[in-house]
Structure formats: structure tokens, C-alpha cells
């Protein structure tokens, strides 16, 4: 049982996939949590509901590989501390290969049955317009990528900082009735997941022969985009996270070699690897509604249907969501924040999630998780040492609140790249490297996060 203290509530603005983590840890701790969320009374530019924790790009956590996949480890890491998350994702998955994928609306109805159920935690609507009043002595700030713009003038305002800023853009989604399965087939890359029963047919590939590729990127390039406002005009994209006309831009081949490769896949019909393939994974339990993977664009919804539809076995397809495009902001956190994601200038006031710079709905969770522990150990009187760095949780952290550069600061996914060198080696003494060397990286992160959770002030009594 958590023992339910006497303490001042917490407040977290922004009811997001971080601010939701947030709040289950806090609330797990025994202490109180208000949760301020400006939907639906104020709508962003990319959320359709007032839900918490909505999904509003792709409905997929990426793989969910804990011993050769950043991401997938950051997911076992988060499971052992009890992420509230994971434990949603993981009862709403849908079936996606290797790859950790949700039905969104079970997703997003989990999460807000189980922070809306807890005692300890009330939501309360409308925007907090500005800096939080002086009086909330805890503040967590989880407001995402669509912060709005009264409190990102006024953090902007406090810090001395003008806000980084980059686009990001959703991929339409499709109704699978209406795809031709007499052109298009299921499988997943290299049959993955076929190990497990019923699966290693999680996708829907539309197969392109060569001249049907090149004109479709034709086709791409000539369409009409989304002109841009004049202080939008600047903003870089996410590397990432690219529209897929921008991929087209680069050269004619970028896309077969992206999310268009054909690699580990062979079309029934022709028992041939085609030029380039269209992906399509499942979006909800049901199994009704499919996304075009990696298809991101900031083309007019009138062209893309025009131009989408031009994909084989896309010809009468049906769209339950166009693509669109939105502008992303977070903070330089290198410069501002502190190791436990405190604001230097104002203390009282934490960050979280993609506001802070990390990328990704997992990484967005994962910070929102460690600041939730960092700000209920503090209400307490303790201190919440931060994961060590060779776990993905401390990896991440140390790359947003320093490891960086605060000058070339850009959003980051969890990657091996940023966990320290492990001194592991093979039969015949020599560094391992590849795979043995991820698996070896992951094997210690896992150690090292089941220490960190046993010696913590929040850890189960």
C-alpha cells in the first residue's frame, strides 16, 4: 500500500503522455497531484479531442526489442518503475511486428480511467495562461511540442531564451476496407514476429514497380503544399520525423531507401522484391483503420488524397485522417535546466517531456516518469538520485540536461549513441561490437535501472 502523506498538492500543467506519467508517479509516492489541461475549452493545432494522453501522430511506440533497441529498452526500463504508460500500451497493443503499436482511443481511455479513478490526483480544465501563481510551490510544466502561446512568452520571457522551434507532421490514416488486397499483402519485414503465433504478417505492403515509383515521387513533387506563415517560414524540421515530399526533394531514390525500401519483403504476386513498397500498419484494435508508415506530409488534404491514391492498391482508398503538419516548440535545456529537470532561473518550476526536447511518445513518458519521481521525492524532504547514465532512462537524461550542446541543441530519440562505452569482449579478447554489443549495453542498463529503483526514496516499501 502507499502511504498517503499530508503535503501540499503538485501541480502539473499539460495532460499529455508526460504530464499523465508525471502524475501516476507522484500520486504513487502519496502525495497529491493536479493535473491542468487546457483541452478541450482550448484546442491545439494537431489534438482532435480534450482526452489526456492523446496520440495524435502515429499510434506506434516504436520497437519494443529491450535487447538490441534503444527504444525497446527504454520500455522494459519504464516497466520495472511502474509506468502507468507502458501498462496502458501494453493492454491496448495491436498487432505490429516487433514494433510496440496502440489502438489510440483504448490507449488514451485507459490512461485517463486510471489518473481520474486514483484519490489522489484531480484534473482541473483551462489554460494556465502565463507563469504558474506563486503559490504553487511544484510545478511541473509538461506541455508538450503545442505549448501555448501565453506560457511559452512568459517562460520565454523568464529565461532570456527565444524558444527552438521545428515542425513535425502526422500521416494520414486509412479505412482497410478500402485497400485492394488484390494488390496489396500482408507481411512484416524479414516475416519478424513470426515466431510468435499468429504473427509475422502485421503490415500491409502496396508494392511499386519501378516506373509507378517514379512517377508517384513526380507526382509528390508537383503537388501543392501547405505555404507556411511568415515566422513559421525559418523553422527547421526534425530530422527524424521529415514530411515525405521533403524525402522526395532530396533525390529520386531517398524514399525507396527510407520508409519506401523494400528490403525483407516480396510481393506474392510476382514472388519478386518489388522497387519500393508502401507500408500500412494497423492503428486500432478492431483492425479497421491502418496508417501509412513514415508517411508524414504537409501536402494540401486535397492533393493527398490525389496523389495517395495513385499508390497500388490505394486507388479507392477511404482516409479517416489526412496528414497535416504542426509547429514544435521546447527549451533549451542544456542551458536551463538542472539534472533533475528543475528550472535554474525558477526552481519551483520542473519540465517535462517534449517541451525538454526529447522525441518521441516513449521518450516524452520516460522523462515526464523521472520527473514525477525527482519532484515527489523533493515534496518529501529526500533526494531522488538520477538514474545512472548507463540505463536509457539516465542516458536520456543526461544527453537533455547537459550532455548536449547547448548551442547546436536539437530533439533527440533514445539511442545507444549516448550510453557510455561498456569494456566487453569476446572469446578471443577483442571489444565486441554490433549486436553483442547492444545486447551487452542493454544487459548492464537493466542491472543498473533495478538498482536504482531499489535504493530510491519512492521505492515499494
Known amino acids: 500500500m502507499v502511504e498517503i502523506m499530508t503535503h501540499q498538492?503538485?501541480?502539473?500543467?499539460?495532460?499529455?503522455?508526460?504530464?499523465?506519467?508525471?502524475?501516476?508517479?507522484?500520486?504513487?509516492?502519496?502525495?497529491?497531484?493536479?493535473?491542468?489541461?487546457?483541452?478541450?475549452?482550448?484546442?491545439?493545432?494537431?489534438?482532435?479531442?480534450?482526452?489526456?494522453?492523446?496520440?495524435?501522430?502515429?499510434?506506434?511506440?516504436?520497437?519494443?526489442?529491450?535487447?538490441?533497441?534503444?527504444?525497446?529498452?527504454?520500455?522494459a526500463e519504464m516497466r520495472r518503475a511502474g509506468s502507468l504508460i507502458m501498462t496502458a500500451a501494453d493492454a491496448h497493443r495491436v498487432p505490429a511486428g516487433s514494433a510496440l503499436a496502440v489502438d489510440r482511443e483504448g490507449f488514451s481511455a485507459a490512461v485517463e480511467q486510471h489518473l481520474r479513478s486514483n484519490p489522489l490526483i484531480s484534473v482541473e480544465p483551462g489554460e494556465v495562461a502565463g507563469l504558474p501563481p506563486e503559490d504553487?510551490?511544484?510545478?511541473?510544466?509538461?506541455?508538450?511540442?503545442?505549448?501555448?502561446?501565453?506560457?511559452?512568452?512568459?517562460?520565454?520571457?523568464?529565461?532570456?531564451?527565444?524558444?527552438?522551434?521545428?515542425f513535425?507532421?502526422?500521416?494520414?490514416?486509412?479505412?482497410?476496407?478500402?485497400?485492394?488486397?488484390?494488390?496489396?499483402w500482408f507481411q512484416s519485414r524479414y516475416d519478424k514476429g513470426a515466431e510468435v503465433e499468429g504473427g509475422g504478417a502485421d503490415y500491409i505492403n502496396c508494392p511499386f514497380d519501378k516506373a509507378q515509383y517514379e512517377a508517384f515521387i513526380a507526382a509528390l513533387r508537383s503537388a501543392e503544399k501547405t505555404e507556411f506563415k511568415d515566422w513559421e517560414k525559418d523553422t527547421p524540421y526534425f530530422e527524424g520525423c521529415l514530411p515525405?515530399?521533403?524525402?522526395?526533394?532530396?533525390?529520386?531514390?531517398?524514399?525507396?531507401?527510407?520508409?519506401?525500401?523494400?528490403?525483407?519483403?516480396?510481393?506474392?504476386?510476382?514472388?519478386?522484391?518489388?522497387?519500393?513498397?508502401?507500408?500500412?500498419?494497423?492503428?486500432?484494435?478492431?483492425?479497421?483503420?491502418?496508417?501509412?508508415?513514415?508517411?508524414?506530409?504537409?501536402?494540401?488534404?486535397?492533393?493527398?488524397?490525389?496523389?495517395?491514391?495513385?499508390?497500388?492498391?490505394?486507388?479507392?482508398?477511404?482516409?479517416?485522417?489526412?496528414?497535416?503538419?504542426?509547429?514544435?516548440?521546447?527549451?533549451?535545456?542544456?542551458?536551463?535546466?538542472?539534472?533533475?529537470?528543475?528550472l535554474k532561473k525558477m526552481p519551483r518550476l520542473r519540465f517535462a517531456g517534449q517541451i525538454t526536447g526529447c522525441e518521441g511518445y516513449v521518450e516524452s513518458a520516460a522523462v515526464g516518469l523521472m520527473t514525477g519521481r525527482f519532484a515527489a521525492a523533493e515534496r518529501r524532504g529526500a533526494v531522488q538520485?538520477?538514474?545512472?547514465?548507463?540505463?536509457?532512462?539516465?542516458?536520456?537524461?543526461?544527453?537533455?540536461?547537459?550532455?548536449?550542446?547547448?548551442?547546436?541543441?536539437?530533439?533527440?530519440?533514445?539511442?545507444?549513441?549516448?550510453?557510455?562505452?561498456?569494456?566487453?569482449?569476446?572469446?578471443?579478447?577483442?571489444?565486441?561490437?554490433?549486436?553483442?554489443?547492444?545486447?551487452?549495453?542493454a544487459e548492464r542498463a537493466l542491472r543498473d535501472i533495478e538498482q536504482w529503483l531499489k535504493a530510491g526514496p519512492l521505492a515499494a516499501e
Open 9 to 75: 498538492p503538485i501541480h502539473i500543467i499539460g495532460g499529455g503522455l508526460a504530464g499523465s506519467e508525471a502524475a501516476w508517479q507522484i500520486a504513487n509516492s502519496g502525495i497529491p497531484v493536479v493535473i491542468h489541461e487546457m483541452r478541450p475549452a482550448r484546442m491545439t493545432a494537431a489534438h482532435k479531442t480534450g482526452s489526456l494522453a492523446e496520440l495524435v501522430c502515429s499510434n506506434s511506440f516504436r520497437s519494443d526489442d529491450a535487447d538490441y533497441n534503444a527504444v525497446g529498452l527504454l520500455h
Open 136 to 166: 504553487w510551490s511544484s510545478v511541473i510544466i509538461a506541455t508538450g511540442p503545442l505549448t501555448s502561446p501565453a506560457l511559452s512568452e512568459a517562460v520565454r520571457a523568464l529565461t532570456g531564451e527565444e524558444s527552438l522551434a521545428f
Open 168 to 184: 513535425d507532421a502526422i500521416a494520414p490514416i486509412v479505412h482497410r476496407e478500402s485497400i485492394n488486397m488484390d494488390v496489396a
Open 244 to 342: 515525405i515530399e521533403v524525402m522526395a526533394d532530396r533525390g529520386v531514390e531517398t524514399l525507396a531507401h527510407g520508409p519506401m525500401k523494400p528490403v525483407g519483403l516480396r510481393d506474392p504476386r510476382t514472388n519478386q522484391r518489388p522497387h519500393a513498397v508502401m507500408q500500412l500498419r494497423q492503428d486500432n484494435a478492431l483492425g479497421t483503420l491502418f496508417n501509412m508508415v513514415g508517411f508524414q506530409t504537409k501536402l494540401k488534404h486535397g492533393e493527398q488524397v490525389r496523389v495517395f491514391r495513385t499508390i497500388p492498391g490505394l486507388e479507392n482508398a477511404e482516409f479517416a485522417r489526412l496528414g497535416g503538419i504542426h509547429r514544435n516548440t521546447f527549451i533549451n535545456s542544456p542551458k536551463l535546466l538542472d539534472g533533475t529537470l528543475r
Open 385 to 441: 538520485e538520477t538514474p545512472p547514465v548507463t540505463t536509457a532512462l539516465g542516458a536520456l537524461l543526461s544527453h537533455i540536461t547537459g550532455g548536449a550542446d547547448a548551442t547546436t541543441f536539437q530533439p533527440m530519440n533514445v539511442n545507444f549513441g549516448l550510453f557510455p562505452e561498456i569494456d566487453a569482449r569476446d572469446g578471443k579478447g577483442r571489444p565486441i561490437r554490433g549486436r553483442d554489443r547492444k545486447k551487452a549495453l
